[in-house]
């Protein structure tokens, strides 16, 4: 039995809506029975006329409308539930709440606590990626004096009607324009006070969330921390970018299967509330199971930021089960997604890694049930192994037939039917999750039996965090100068590549040229690399205003007169196989550790207006547990303009940090010393 010590973080409450599922009993009934909730999208979220083809190849368009989705009913249960108005608030913000609200419903005297609330989320509300489009208003009229005079007024009438069905009322357009709403309305629904963020590593967004409030807790920077996953994009074009990799199932997925044909999507929220187990045993808190590690690897100097890799995931599952003495783990909950490469890399990781001689490990994927949730997709992963813990029952997957790879694979096998277990010991869970941008991730979940008396760890002491060195790149004409360095980007995939992740891949060789600390002097594995910026950048904003162009064959009656229309949308990039990467946030700081080996942690900060403060309170926390020696924070100057809604990116200014200990041990000068940095309500304050 593995040594619990006072500041062993444990689950104290949990909650989720998910597809057909708006309560993790639900959620538990589903997986218990093997249910699918995988089908096709509503039509009231998008227009299948539109978007939906039968065939693969058509540029701007889907071959599958199959997702894992919380449907209407769900979303007028939960409105109603929380009494609010279903109207007045998006999918995004009610599955945030209602999540919330169960994890905390087993706290009392809320105000009491400072939380930190630090949610995994890969993308924006979809309202909002409607609403950019919108914004093209202006620019499709001006398209329209360039056509014949003849079809000037019909193409009018067309953008009028579109426009007036479309545009969502004012007060609710006001209530969409950040992701980080869903998390602030969360925090002023329930009166809390401490830090909010979101937290964006792609689909292993929510694990990094997770390691981050734990680091909060441990740290004491909060009393109770509420964390886990949220996700609200199922925009047509979600399903557009998958679809032109060919990573759409047809219908319904099979990961890990032979017969797996690709991937679909889903949605929903996940959200924990975890306390230190000392505290949660004083104040008298249900413990359902204890934390026992979450660890966090890139695969730096990768073939490609979409392709995952055996070394990456290896290096995090050693590092997670570095935690633990020798148990074998009951069961490993897989990143598992359906797709070839991807499923074949981790069947090949994980059969390399487990003991030899030992009984064969059972492994499954929740994303058969419910589809790839992408910024929840890892909490789903954990809060299905909660509630098999609870149950000690391992839930089956009864599509499985053979695995997708071929090979020797002796020591895993997927179960077809419940599994019972039956031990003294405490049950032991691995969960892997995985993202765009290289991203790994490996969390171990612990049962909680009670009887041990947890003992006092000596952490290490608080250091003064120092930069060494810093540099801001504002050229937004960063294209045309940005060859003239070695960063091994071909020539025809650069306009898919967002301004920011270029600014920022200058900006880091500036400062550690400023520094003289030539990049292959560091150690890379204990590097990481954080950017801070708010969701939601150009290339993903200038994807959707692209595809929802096809939105005028909804409201025409002459398709050729739409596909004239839509021809405006050619201004924009026209999707590839590269557009994925360069549309995300998190590739701020994943490109970067691709371009220059960084194989430490990679993420995006969002806290809106405030993304910088967070990102360093994070970037703290992370050296501070000494799990990274140094860090590169990539910090996006960003001005937001409420009338429009958007953001203005003016640069990217990179810091190079360390605490000050390492920076004297390793003879480095140091330009800044930062003391005492904490969060206030008010502020993030720096002493």
Request: charged share 20%; net charge neutral; proline share 4%.
């Amino acid at each position: 039995m593995n040594t619990l010590h006072t500041d062993t973080i444990c689950i104290v409450g949990y909650g989720c809506v998910l597809p057909e599922a708006n309560s993790p009993e639900e959620f538990w009934k589903n997986l218990h029975a093997g249910h699918c909730s995988i089908r096709p999208i509503e039509d009231s979220r998008w227009n299948k006329k539109s978007y939906l083809v039968s065939q693969k190849g058509i540029a701007d368009r889907t071959y599958s409308d199959f997702a894992g989705h919380v449907d209407d009913e769900q979303i007028a249960k939960i409105a109603k539930d929380l009494k609010l108005s279903a109207s007045d608030y998006t999918r995004l913000q009610l599955t945030t709440l209602m999540a919330g609200t169960q994890a905390l419903s087993g706290i009392k005297n809320k105000q009491e606590y400072t939380f930190g609330i630090t949610l995994g989320c890969m993308g924006v509300d979809e309202a909002v990626s409607l609403q950019k489009f919108l914004n093209e208003e202006a620019s499709l009229r001006q398209f329209i004096q360039t056509q014949p005079q003849s079809e000037q007024k019909k193409l009018t009438e067309l953008l009028d009607e579109t426009v007036r069905a479309l545009s969502k009322p004012k007060a609710l357009a006001s209530k969409i324009r950040l992701a980080s709403s869903a998390p602030e309305l969360l925090k002023q629904f329930h009166h809390l006070t401490g830090p909010v963020a979101l937290i964006d590593a792609a689909c292993a967004s929510s694990h990094a969330a997770i390691d981050i409030a734990m680091q909060q807790l441990q740290s004491k920077e909060v009393d109770l921390a509420l964390t886990g996953g949220i996700e609200g994009q199922l925009a047509p074009e979600n399903f557009v970018l998958f679809a032109s990799l060919g990573l759409l199932a047809k219908t319904i997925p099979h990961p890990l299967d032979a017969s797996a044909d690709g991937m679909a999507q889903g949605e929903g929220a996940v959200v924990f509330c975890l306390e230190r187990l000392e505290d949660a045993m004083k104040n008298k808190h249900a413990i359902y199971a204890v934390l026992r590690s979450c660890e966090g690897t890139s695969n730096g100097k990768a073939s490609s930021l979409f392709s995952p890799t055996v070394e990456g995931q290896t290096r995090a599952i050693r590092a997670a089960r570095a935690a633990l003495k020798d148990e074998q783990l009951c069961y490993i909950e897989c990143h598992g997604t359906g797709t070839r490469v991807g499923d074949t890399t981790e069947l090949r990781t994980l059969n390399t890694l487990l003991p030899e001689g030992a009984a064969k490990t059972p492994i499954g994927s929740v994303k058969a049930l419910i589809g790839h949730t992408k910024g929840t997709a890892g909490a789903a992963g954990v809060l299905k192994c909660l509630l098999s813990l609870q149950a000690r029952t391992l839930p089956p997957s009864p599509y499985f037939t053979e695995f997708i790879e071929k090979g020797n694979l002796d020591k895993i096998f997927v179960n077809t039917s419940p599994i019972p277990l039956r031990t003294s010991e405490p049950l032991v869970y691995g969960i892997s999750s995985a993202g765009f941008g290289g991203a790994n991730y490996h969390l171990i979940l612990e049962e909680f039996l009670g009887g041990q008396k947890p003992i006092a760890r000596l952490r290490p002491k608080k250091e003064a965090l120092v930069v060494l060195a810093h540099a801001e790149v504002t050229d937004r004409n960063i294209r045309q100068s940005v060859q003239e360095f070695d960063f091994r980007i071909p020539p025809k995939n650069l306009q898919q590549i967002d301004t920011l992740q270029l600014q920022a891949l200058v900006a880091v060789t500036r400062a550690l040229d400023e520094a003289a600390v030539p990049i292959q002097s560091l150690n890379r594995e204990r590097l990481s690399v954080i950017s801070a910026s708010a969701l939601g950048i150009e290339a993903a904003y200038n994807l959707s205003k692209r595809i929802r162009h096809a939105e005028f064959l909804r409201f025409a009656k002459d398709p050729k007169l739409a596909a004239l229309l839509e021809s405006h949308k050619e201004k924009f990039a026209t999707v590839t196989e590269d557009t994925g990467p360069g549309t995300l946030n998190n590739v701020i700081a994943g490109r970067v550790c691709n371009v220059f080996d960084v194989t430490g942690k990679n993420f995006n900060v969002d806290a809106d207006t405030n993304s910088l403060g967070m990102a360093l309170l994070t970037a703290n926390l992370e050296l501070q547990s000494r799990r990274s020696e140094m860090l590169l924070l990539l910090y996006a100057e960003e001005h937001y303009d409420e009338s429009i809604p958007e953001f203005e990116r003016r640069g990217v200014t990179c810091f190079l940090l360390a605490l000050e200990g390492t920076a004297r041990r390793q003879g480095r000068t140091i330009q800044y010393l930062l003391k005492n940095i904490h969060y206030s309500d008010q502020c993030l304050r720096q002493a």
